[in-house]
């Protein structure tokens, strides 16, 4: 677990590295969820009998207080993080993740609607509960962004977009790859507005 939570820890930091933080707290936070949701996804892939059923968030005073993880954060903090976050980078499946999004996003809404209807315990979640949980859901909506386009720039040629008025193979509208189409034109329009959302969250969020 301590191998692998440290190769989390730096392939959160290595996704983080556009971002801007004043202070290791934050930092914290952010890794923390990135974390989380990593962790969440690995236990999801073993055998039941080995799964664990009361697997718990990661917390960022987890992350500050171990030596490894808190000499990283400074590091990344002072712009010294170079290759020593990029050398090992887990590999995790989009598919899943995005699993992992919409248990998210199942949650906000069941959060939500307890606001609107007034029927939210204090016990329920406190406000940091209620920022965390939202700030988890858009960086790993962010971090999957970001890994297709990661992949569409290690594979070139291999995936392409086809709009109406750009069609270069003439297959048809849509987003395509080397087995055929991945996903509809309208999709992929979709696709783009939450790519363009994101992009002025993180300017709110994570560039402050």
Known sequence: MVESRLGFVKAALDHLAHAHYNNVTRLARDVASFVSALEDTENGKLPEKYRKSDLKPVSHVTILRNSEYRRLLEAFLSKGLSNEVAEQKPFIDVEELLIRIKSLESQNKIL?????????EAQDYSEDDRFDAERQ???ALDFVISLVGKMQDKAPGCFYNATPDNDPKE???????PYGLVESYEEMQKFEKVSSSLKIWRKNSLLD
Request: charge should be positive.
């Open 112 to 120: 939500k609607n307890k606001i609107l209807n007034g029927s939210l």
């Open 137 to 139: 859901l858009f960086l």
């Open 171 to 177: 297959k048809g509208p849509g987003f395509w790859g």
